[in-house]
């Protein structure tokens, strides 16, 4: 029984069809990258399996439940949290208030604190800003802290939607090793990824997204030889 | 000097009253992002709560009051669930608005029908006749200083309750980010009722205040007042809780002191052209933030 499993999703803007029938599944311990353009669906994908959108037709399973029309609130309850495009961190509550509100849903303060503390760890530049509130961060930083309040909801699967979106080639490379970090440390990661050279390269399995169909699907190393996809997506 | 002084003070506690009806229309917007025009009109129900209670069933005030923001806070959720709730998933922020102005005249016609058009004649919720100082020269009423400390509490509880709860937390983040909060587990329409609860219930604390200040109730009773809330909560920068608290004293005190010293058929008028001024001067009010757009 795989973690994650979409069975023949559906889901519409209005009239606009934006997803046409997608089924892929996600195993435990997995770094899985969902690769495409722009407006392929990709980010439509992750918002229909955190429930801010209702599919239409399909069903979504996460951990043996059905969660297709479950409210996106009670979602996190059961391990799963996303790292949304552009970060969307709250801009004027300090780093350790956004960190906080990603354990929203845990009550054990203990276990909070030690979360937390795993958290400074991994990103001790969150530890020396805590104080700080977050709109005044850098780019980076605001993806570093939108990494760590996923984490805080100490999450079996975590959903993440262009994580290197608008940072520098330096950077990139140090959120990307972050990804190895936390799916090493055991947390199976679903990657949302325009930048297709890099998420293959850490991703064990990829699905190729076009125009809200699933165009291809294999072992992350095939698509990167693939000729196809390197003509298509990684500009060779 | 002295008459100053005691203007100035009623001034204050005019202002208290637009703050604490203030204070539900900046929290309503900043969490559920709507002007619910409607807000003025939870005054006037509490008003009538209070009146019932008090006056024709004869009942302790501070019973009275307690069962007055037990009605509004029903009629505020009701009505949130009822009216604003359906057009707000349907994504139509216009249609929202209008339903709130179509609840105003619902709510002041439903009390003409009940209550009849002749005003009634209220009781001060506060017995305490007041202070006298300066050797009997300056006298404050009971409820003037009732009405400041009220205001004052209720900023001060507010201000816990949104910093240092877990529900507050919420309410900070579903003003900032609706989306990001519900990946948080945040349930947002139980937050946006929860605030509905709170602001409505205030409006009864500031019907008892405000009919206890000015003692005659009539359907149109909080309309007035509920506009110029309004402009206090954009004056202090709406979706700020001091800032609806300084914009409603900074108003009461020009109203009461343009009424003394300019006219006092120029208030109003005056009160309103400070709303024009704000807006085109610094348009995020006092407290306000200036927020970018982002691309």
């Known amino acids: 029984m795989s973690l994650l499993e979409v069975n023949d999703l559906h889901v519409y803007y209005g009239v606009i069809q934006a997803l046409k029938g997608i089924s892929f599944h996600v195993e435990k311990g997995e770094i899985v990258a969902l690769i495409g353009a722009n407006g392929a669906g990709k980010t439509t994908t992750l918002h229909t399996l955190s429930g801010l959108l209702r599919a239409k037709q399909g069903t979504i399973r996460y951990r043996d439940t059905d969660i297709t029309k479950m409210p996106g609130h009670k979602i996190v309850t059961l391990g799963m949290a996303q790292v949304p495009e552009g970060r969307r961190v709250f801009p004027d509550l300090t780093v350790l208030a956004n960190l906080k509100m990603g354990a929203y849903t845990r009550r054990d303060k203990a276990e909070i604190e030690e979360t937390l503390k795993m958290v400074y760890e991994r990103f001790p530049r969150l530890e020396e800003r805590k104080n700080q509130t977050a709109g005044t961060l850098s780019g980076g930083e605001q993806q570093m802290l939108a990494m760590g309040r996923a984490l805080m909801s100490h999450p079996q699967l975590i959903l993440m939607d262009e994580p290197s979106m608008g940072l520098s080639p330096l950077l990139v490379n140090e959120i990307f090793d972050i990804i190895q970090k936390i799916n090493s440390d055991g947390t199976t990661v679903l990657l949302v990824e325009q930048n297709a050279k890099k998420a293959l390269s850490v991703a064990n399995r990829a699905y190729v997204m076009e125009t809200g169909m699933i165009s291809m699907e294999g072992k992350a190393q095939d698509l990167l030889e693939n000729p196809q996809i390197q003509k298509a997506y990684l500009g060779e | ?295």
């Open chain 2, 1 to 295: 000097m002295l008459s100053f002084l005691n203007y100035l003070i009623s001034g204050i506690s005019l202002g208290s009253i637009y703050a604490i009806i203030a204070l539900g229309y900046t929290m309503v917007y900043g969490i559920a992002k709507m002007l619910n025009f409607a807000h003025g009109d939870f005054i006037m129900v509490g008003g009538y709560a209070i009146f019932t209670c008090m006056i024709t069933l004869g009942m302790n005030p501070f019973v009275s009051i307690l069962i007055a923001m037990g009605v509004c806070l029903l009629i505020g959720v009701g009505t949130e669930k009822i009216a604003y709730k359906p057009l707000r998933e349907a994504g139509s922020p216009l249609a929202v608005l209008i339903t709130a102005i179509g609840v105003s005249y619902l709510l002041e016609n439903l009390a003409l029908l009940i209550f009849g058009s002749n005003p009634k004649s209220f009781t001060s919720v506060v017995s305490w006749s007041g202070l006298t100082l300066a050797g009997g020269q300056l006298r404050i009423q009971g409820v003037t200083i009732v009405t400041i400390v009220v205001s004052l509490a209720v900023l001060l509880v507010l201000q816990w309750f949104v910093h240092g709860t877990r529900e507050g937390q919420a309410m900070l983040a579903v003003s900032q980010d609706r989306g990001a909060a519900t990946l948080m587990g945040i349930n947002v329409n139980h937050t946006i009722t929860l605030t509905f609860a709170i602001g409505s219930a205030l409006a009864a604390v500031a019907g008892a205040l405000l009919c206890s200040a000015y003692p005659t109730l009539t359907p149109y009773t909080g309309a007035m007042p509920g506009i110029k809330a309004f402009v206090a909560a954009v004056l202090g920068g709406i979706g700020s809780i001091p800032g609806a608290m300084i914009g409603g004293i900074v108003l009461g005190v020009i109203e009461i002191l343009a009424r003394t010293y300019i006219s006092s058929q120029l208030s109003d008028a005056i009160v309103f052209g400070i709303l024009v001024v704000v807006l085109l001067v610094k348009p995020t009010g006092i407290l306000g933030k200036n927020i970018q757009e982002k691309v």
